[in-house]
């Protein structure tokens, strides 16, 4: 992610500051372990820099647009450990900013502006109560005592409108991510074998992505056989695969930090049984509904009626239910969510959608008493004139998914 992507996008926020505002966003902190880097999306998004504690800052005063850029000063001691810090120069070229001080310089140059200033937006998060304040509320602690009427917001209420409208070039990322995805897929419906763990499901998926590039997960993989598949955000992918079992993939490599988030069923036996075809088709069809309802125009929330009118007439025909009232029993969930570098993205769940928006479609039946859950989960794209479904080569036709499963367990 060069200057090329992320300044047009600093240039479309600066359209959007009144005189007297300013952005302060955040890097991820430094970890203080061994773990795994990963960079804060809307510092990201900003800024297509990787490195931990920056801070990216865009001021309107008086007219004039000024941004800076504040990085870590790199310490011997230290970069024998985690290696060269970024310099000045590397960071000016990569983000395209001209102005990059060190950290150490952040109070007294903020401190300068903030009489000019009566809004700041930045990403403090939202406070829960039985929750340690965010980085960014800890940092600008000394800001708000010094200036108690400078008046600072969560910045994803600024940013979500623009992040959730994605350009050609976050599309080409996102549908790489996609088709890695679904390569993972076909890889895992080749080769699962009754008696695997799911989590060699799991390592066959991310040889597959990591392979061609991807570095990340979007989010902990949920690869649930059987029962398992009636718990909604299964993680624990520790179980094993039985004969009968229908197996639920919901993946998403994360690629240049755009998520996938697709979600498959495959019967382990080759053929579904009558029954987990039947309730099968029933999810397919109320997935083929909803993505034909999706236009610019059209509400999340109507996306999310619909699907509940749909979901109590299957569960009705399944005769799971006697009263439309009791379809939460097997569908707790909603149907979509806005997708991107967050794989739940920025935007709002009852947005009305326009054209560069990406949502998931999901539709889901979960039934414990059968073992029994399936789901399915494409990410479709808003068009000016209607959507495109950006899995549409991953298969999820039943007969498709047996024929494939078939040819490779004979
Ligand atoms: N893929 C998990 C979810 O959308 O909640
Ligand atoms: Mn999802």
Known sequence: MNSEVTKPRRTALAGLLENGQGVIVFAQMEQEGIEKFVQDNNFLYLTGLSIPDAVFCLFKIKDQIQEMLFIQRGIPEQEVWNGKKMTREEAQKIAGIQDVAYLDEFYDRISYLCPQLDLIWSNVGNLIINRPPSYATFILQPVRR????????????????????????????????????????????????????????????????????????????????????????????????????????????????????????????????????????????????????????????????????????????????????????????????????????????DSILTPGNVITVEPGIYIPEESLGIRIEDDILVTETGNINLCKDIPKEADELEKIRMAAIK
């Open 146 to 349: 010094t200036f108690p009427e400078l008046t600072i917001k969560n910045f994803n209420i600024l940013i979500a409108p623009m992040r959730s409208v994605k350009s050609e070039w976050e599309l080409k990322q996102l549908q790489t991510a996609i088709d890695l995805t679904g390569q993972g897929f076909i890889d895992v419906l080749q080769q699962a074998r009754a008696g695997m763990m799911e989590y060699e499901l799991e390592a066959i998926l991310y040889y597959r992505m990591q392979r061609n590039g991807v570095q990340q997960w979007g989010f902990a993989p949920i690869i649930a056989t059987g029962i398992n598949a009636t718990t909604l955000h299964y993680k624990q992918n520790n179980c094993q695969i039985a004969e009968n079992d229908i197996v639920l993939l919901d993946i998403g490599a994360s690629y240049q930090n755009y998520s996938a988030d697709v979600t498959r069923c495959f019967p382990v036996a080759g053929k579904f049984s009558l029954r987990q075809r039947q309730v099968y088709e029933e999810v397919l069809n109320v997935q083929k509904e909803i993505i034909a309802m999706i236009k610019p125009g059209v509400g999340m929330m109507q996306l999310n009626e619909k699907t509940n009118e749909l979901i109590q007439e299957a569960l009705l025909r399944l005769n799971l239910i006697t009263e439309r009232e009791q379809f939460r029993r097997y569908y707790m969930h909603s149907i979509s969510h806005h997708l991107g570098m967050d794989t739940h993205d920025l935007g709002a769940r």
